[in-house]
């Protein structure tokens, strides 16, 4: 996986704590942006869109 990006979101102040993501035809690959060297998730390209329905669905249903 070669090209790493981070969110839109990532802005001046707090865009050194962010992910990074990358992606294939068939895999999502994310990483620490402050440790692009250590640990990277790799999910097979459907898993990782339930996984962020996922994260949706549970924020939205927790109590604020």
Do not use: Q
């Not at 990532?10 to 942006?33: L, Q």
């Not at 459907?46 to 927790?62: D, E, N």
Request: aromatic fraction near 8%.
């Amino acid at each position: 996986m070669d090209n790493w990006r981070k969110s839109s979101y990532s802005g001046p102040g707090d865009g050194n704590e962010c992910v990074e993501m990358s992606t294939t035809p068939t895999h999502t690959a994310v990483r620490d942006s402050k440790a692009p060297t250590r640990a990277i998730l790799t999910f097979p390209a459907g898993a990782f869109g339930a996984f962020v329905g996922a994260l949706k669905s549970s924020r939205s249903a927790s109590p604020r």
